[in-house]
């Protein structure tokens, strides 16, 4: 776990650039297997963990390693963008 990179994602289902990333997401998923883990937020039904986290745009997507923010994005990033900030931190 201790290489193990998260993204915890935040979304909504109103979210219209939501639905455009959550496909970006699972081919990062595909292509990294165990090595990534994303953890999906709706912050409809999670209001308390967006406040706490700071969302204040959406998509966001924060990415973490070894209990460290190493990068976040409060808008729609594609699964290259994604991938080239992972790969700097495997």
Not at 4 to 26: M, N, R, S, V
Request: charge should be positive; charged fraction near 30%.
């Amino acid at each position: 776990m201790k290489n193990t990179i998260f993204i915890l994602y935040f979304y909504a289902k109103w979210c219209h650039a939501c639905k455009l990333q959550g496909p970006e997401l699972d081919k990062l998923e595909k292509n990294f297997g165990k090595k990534v883990h994303i953890i999906r937020i709706d912050i409809d039904n999670n209001e308390e963990i967006a406040k706490k986290n700071f969302i204040k745009a959406l998509p966001t997507t924060i990415i973490i390693k070894n209990k460290i923010v190493i990068a976040k994005n409060e808008h729609y990033v594609t699964s290259n963008e994604l991938t080239s900030t992972i790969r700097k931190h495997l």
